[in-house]
């Protein structure tokens, strides 16, 4: 089969629920690239109860907004990994306009085109209902919902065997606070890449196999498209 390259990096905003880690994974595993999901490397850190880890847990479980520094640090070491070279899809990242800000300069520096962003826009009730169906695999990340995609056996990937599990920020009363993160905090990158001439929407309410052509023709789109931000 003919390898795709990606060569760039897609970033993938919109509010919780939206289906963006659905989308990055399938991406992912299509161009052979890797889904950097920050919200996926905080919850793995803590986890693992490192120093970093400790310090999210809280904010996460408010519903808030880890700050930007250790968020920046973090996305900086993962992009020096030897699989990033070819391009990579940032799931729920950059979430400010500092954290965007400073994407630029590090793509700049790694020397990536512009970036492909693609907003996923879903109305407020339609999100309230994914996230409180959702269930991801502890192995590949897949994700599903008890309500539209369950697995074919309760609580067991269908792609690996995984064990299904619940987040603990999918609380209805921290998603609504992760709502409001979003309004305030990154609802004004949609604007920020719009000048820019980078955003690209989709519907996010269509289903899984549509929003993923959407985006397949997205990346057909933007190849050969070429400078800096
Ligand atoms: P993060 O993990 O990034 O969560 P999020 O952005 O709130 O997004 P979600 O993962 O909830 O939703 P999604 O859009 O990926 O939807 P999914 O595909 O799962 O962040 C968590 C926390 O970490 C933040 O609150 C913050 O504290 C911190 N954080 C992370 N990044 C940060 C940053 N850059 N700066 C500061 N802090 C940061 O789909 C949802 C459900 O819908 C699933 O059940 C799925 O099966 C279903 N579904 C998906 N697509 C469809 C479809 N088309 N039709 C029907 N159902 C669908």
């Given at each position: 089969m003919l390898q795709m390259s990606l060569n760039r990096a897609l970033i993938f905003l919109g509010p919780p629920g939206a289906g963006k880690g659905t989308q990055a994974n399938r991406v992912a595993r299509r161009y052979e690239v890797p889904h950097l999901s920050t919200g996926d490397m905080l919850r793995d850190a803590v986890t693992r109860g490192t120093e970093l880890g400790r310090m999210a847990k809280p904010i996460m479980e408010r519903g808030e907004l880890v700050p930007d520094d250790i968020v920046l640090g973090m996305v900086e070491e993962r992009l020096s990994r030897p699989d990033a070279k070819s391009g990579f899809i940032f799931d729920g990242f950059p979430r400010t306009i500092p954290q965007a800000e400073q994407l630029d300069e590090i793509l700049k520096r790694r020397g990536f085109?512009?970036?492909?962003?693609?907003?996923?826009?879903?109305?407020?009730?339609?999100?309230?209902?994914?996230?409180?169906?959702?269930?991801?695999?502890?192995?590949?990340?897949?994700?599903?919902?008890?309500?539209?995609?369950?697995?074919?056996?309760?609580?067991?990937?269908?792609?690996?065997?995984?064990?299904?599990?619940?987040?603990?920020?999918?609380?209805?009363?921290?998603?609504?606070?992760?709502?409001?993160?979003?309004?305030?905090?990154?609802?004004?990158?949609?604007?920020?890449?719009?000048?820019?001439?980078?955003?690209?929407?989709?519907?996010?309410?269509?289903n899984v196999e549509e929003v993923s052509r959407a985006l397949a023709e997205i990346i057909k789109r933007a190849e050969g498209r070429d400078g800096h931000l």
């Amino acid at each position: 089969m003919l390898q795709m390259s990606l060569n760039r990096a897609l970033i993938f905003l919109g509010p919780p629920g939206a289906g963006k880690g659905t989308q990055a994974n399938r991406v992912a595993r299509r161009y052979e690239v890797p889904h950097l999901s920050t919200g996926d490397m905080l919850r793995d850190a803590v986890t693992r109860g490192t120093e970093l880890g400790r310090m999210a847990k809280p904010i996460m479980e408010r519903g808030e907004l880890v700050p930007d520094d250790i968020v920046l640090g973090m996305v900086e070491e993962r992009l020096s990994r030897p699989d990033a070279k070819s391009g990579f899809i940032f799931d729920g990242f950059p979430r400010t306009i500092p954290q965007a800000e400073q994407l630029d300069e590090i793509l700049k520096r790694r020397g990536f085109s512009k970036p492909v962003v693609v907003e996923f826009h879903v109305n407020a009730d339609v999100l309230l209902h994914r996230v409180a169906g959702r269930w991801t695999c502890s192995v590949g990340g897949e994700t599903y919902n008890v309500f539209e995609r369950p697995p074919k056996v309760a609580g067991v990937c269908d792609n690996d065997g995984g064990k299904l599990v619940q987040r603990c920020d999918d609380r209805p009363e921290v998603v609504k606070e992760r709502l409001a993160a979003y309004e305030r905090q990154t609802k004004p990158l949609e604007d920020y890449y719009r000048r820019k001439g980078v955003l690209e929407v989709v519907d996010g309410t269509a289903n899984v196999e549509e929003v993923s052509r959407a985006l397949a023709e997205i990346i057909k789109r933007a190849e050969g498209r070429d400078g800096h931000l």
